[in-house]
């Protein structure tokens, strides 16, 4: 079953500005990871952030998670047309010997030249 | 090179016919991953290897689905008799371990069943 939500489903945004991705999950996890898919290609990894961690930056993205909301936000700042992709967040459940991410179903960003 | 490889990279069959899907690996990756996507959206986990063995296969959508890992190395996805409803992106991964570590994924193999 499907762990993780990301809202919204679709956003549509102008190059320059801003853009918020939110992903809520439901079980205790080990880290959380967000992952970009653009269209006909496979899945890149982005960035992890692990339970204990509040915040974490890479270039323009800046991912916050929030374990007792159980939820994550993804901010990439000063968008550019080739951040038009998918956006899929993966969460790690803790306990021994876990493996799998579960992954939700997307949040599909459109940024306008 | 140095990212996952499948193949092919489309595959259109017809109904009840076997197709067979391949990953390469990134060599060293311990950790094998099946998924599939259909058309937009998520990702829904079919078959996980730890070297050459298959801890869960919970995901296998019917008896009709089977993957096998040689070597630690190479994987194939089988589908026996396909339906219409087989029909997506099957996409593989691998990571260095098996503990929650980041993913690396393939362009994904598009099935399309007539």
């Known amino acids: 079953s499907q762990q993780g939500e990301e809202d919204p489903q679709a956003l549509s945004i102008q190059e320059g500005e801003n853009a918020t991705m939110n992903c809520s999950y439901k079980t205790s996890i080990n880290n959380l990871q967000w992952y970009r898919q653009n269209s006909g290609r496979g899945l890149v990894h982005l960035i992890l952030?692990?339970?204990?961690?509040r915040e974490k930056h890479s270039g323009r993205l800046r991912v916050t998670l929030d374990t007792s909301k159980k939820s994550s936000s993804l901010l990439i700042t000063a968008s550019r047309a080739a951040d038009t992709a998918s956006y899929f967040c993966?969460?790690?459940?803790?306990?021994?010997?876990?493996?799998?991410?579960?992954f939700g179903k997307g949040t599909k960003l459109s940024v306008i030249p | 090179g140095a990212g996952v490889s499948q193949s092919p990279s489309n595959k259109v069959t017809e109904k009840g016919k076997d197709v067979e899907l391949r990953c390469d690996p990134i060599s060293g990756h311990t950790a094998l991953y099946w998924y599939r996507q259909s058309l937009g959206q998520g990702l829904e986990f079919l078959i996980y290897?730890?070297?050459?063995?298959?801890?869960?296969k919970s995901g296998l959508p019917s008896d009709r689905f089977s993957a096998e890992r040689t070597g630690g190395s190479v994987s194939t996805l089988t589908i026996q008799r396909t339906q219409q409803e087989d029909s997506a992106v099957y996409l593989c991964a691998s990571s260095k371990t098996y503990s929650n570590q980041p993913q690396h994924f393939g362009d994904g193999t598009r099935l399309s069943i007539l």
């Open positions: 952030i692990r339970s204990n961690e």
């Open positions: 290897f730890q070297g050459n063995s298959a801890p869960d």
């Open positions: 993966a969460t790690g459940e803790s306990g021994a010997g876990s493996y799998q991410l579960t």
